[in-house]
C-alpha cells in the first residue's frame, strides 16, 4: 500500500490539536482561525482514510491511530530541529536569542533589574522571556531553558539548583521601627501579609504557637513586597526576591536572619539535554549562578541601619530589635 503524501501544514495543525486537546488552542499556537485548523485536520483524515480523533464536544481526543501518528510526527520534528541546529552550527553561526521561562514574581523582583548586565556583556544575543506561573513544555514550546521553583527532577529535563528558599518578614522602615525592639508577640499582632500556614510555620520555629489571619494574601510575591514596601503589613517573603528593596532601605528585616523558614524547595535551572550544549544557554546559566551569588553575598555581608533605612557594613549586634527564644538579636 503506499502511503499519501500528507501536506506538512496538516501534520502542523494535527499535531497541535493533539498536544492541546483543543481547536481554539490549537488555532492560537499557529496564528490560525479555529475554521482553518478544523479543516486542515479533515482533510488529514480525508487523505488517510481514517478518523485520528474522537470528537467529545469543544475536546479533540486523539484515537488508537492518532496517538500513533502523533508519535511519529513528534519524531519527525525531533529530528527536523537536530537538523537545523546541526546546520546553523556546520555554517559557523552561533545561537542568537534565548527563550526563558520564569516566574513573574522572580522577572519582576530580582532578573529583570539585572539584565542590563546581561546584555552589556552579551550584546549579540536577544533574550525573550516569558513570565508565568504555567509549567511550560520546553521542548514543544521551544523555549532554552525555565528558571522554576519546586523539588525537581523534571522528566526528560536536566536540572541544577540556583539558590535556596528562605522565608522572612520584612516591613517598610517606617512599620519596622515601631516593631523593633518589641517582643515577638507584638510582631504576631502587627498587620501580617502573606499565606496564614507560612506564618505559623514560621512562628513557630521562632517558639510562638499561635493562629494566624493575615490582612492580605497574595498569589504572587512580587505584589506581597509592594505591599509591603507601602507600609500595609509585615510581609513573609522569599529573602532573595527581597534583596534589592533591602540593599536600598525599601525594607527592612524585622527578624534575625538566624530565623529564616528553610523551605524544602529550591529554585532551580532547568533545560533539555540539547539546549544545555548551546553557547548562548551555557554562558546565561553561568551568568546566572554569578549573579545569584553576588546578591547571597551582598546579603550576607550586609545589615539594617535603622536610622537611615539602609543597609550598611555588617556591625556588632545591639540589643534594640526584636528577639526570639533561642536566637540573637536581629541584624540592624
Not at 536577544?126 to 522528566?155: C, N, S
Request: aromatic share 6%; net charge neutral; proline share 6%.
Amino acid at each position: 500500500m503506499r502511503l499519501p503524501r500528507l501536506p506538512l501544514q496538516y501534520l502542523a495543525a494535527f499535531r497541535a490539536a493533539a498536544l492541546h486537546q483543543n481547536l481554539r488552542a490549537a488555532s492560537e499556537e499557529l496564528n490560525l482561525t479555529h475554521s482553518a485548523v478544523s479543516q486542515q485536520i479533515r482533510a488529514l483524515e480525508t487523505q488517510l482514510g481514517f478518523d485520528v480523533f474522537d470528537r467529545q464536544g469543544r475536546r479533540v481526543v486523539l484515537n488508537a491511530a492518532g496517538a500513533a501518528l502523533l508519535r511519529g510526527v513528534e519524531r519527525a520534528y525531533q529530528e527536523l530541529d537536530q537538523g537545523l541546529r546541526a546546520a546553523t552550527a556546520a555554517h559557523g553561526i552561533e545561537q542568537r536569542s534565548l527563550r526563558v521561562t520564569v516566574l513573574p514574581s522572580f522577572a519582576q523582583r530580582w532578573l529583570l533589574p539585572r539584565l542590563g548586565r546581561w546584555h552589556a556583556r552579551h550584546p549579540e544575543v536577544t533574550i525573550e522571556i516569558e513570565a508565568t506561573a504555567r509549567l511550560v513544555d520546553l521542548e514543544r514550546e521551544k523555549f532554552d531553558l525555565a528558571l522554576r521553583q519546586g523539588l525537581g527532577p523534571w522528566p526528560g529535563l536536566d536540572s541544577e539548583p540556583l539558590f535556596d528558599l528562605s522565608m522572612l518578614p520584612v516591613a517598610s522602615p517606617a512599620l519596622a521601627h515601631q516593631l523593633i525592639g518589641q517582643p515577638l508577640e507584638a510582631l504576631a499582632q502587627a498587620p501580617l501579609l502573606g499565606d496564614a500556614s507560612q506564618w505559623e510555620d514560621w512562628f513557630a520555629q521562632a517558639g510562638l504557637r499561635r493562629q494566624v489571619l493575615p490582612v492580605a494574601i497574595f498569589n504572587d510575591f512580587g505584589i506581597l513586597l509592594q505591599a509591603a514596601e507601602q507600609g500595609m503589613g509585615v510581609g513573609l517573603t522569599r529573602e532573595l526576591l527581597a534583596a534589592d528593596a533591602l540593599l536600598d532601605g525599601r525594607l527592612v528585616r524585622v527578624a534575625p536572619r538566624q530565623a529564616m523558614l528553610k523551605e524544602p524547595q529550591r529554585y532551580h535551572i532547568v533545560y533539555t539535554p540539547k539546549s544545555r550544549e548551546e553557547p548562548a544557554v551555557r554562558a546565561f546559566v553561568a551568568w546566572l549562578h554569578e549573579e545569584t551569588a553576588q546578591s547571597r553575598a551582598a546579603l550576607d555581608g550586609a545589615t539594617t541601619c535603622l536610622s537611615t533605612g539602609r543597609m550598611t557594613a555588617a556591625a556588632p549586634p545591639r540589643g534594640d530589635a526584636i528577639t526570639m527564644p533561642g536566637t540573637a538579636p536581629a541584624d540592624r
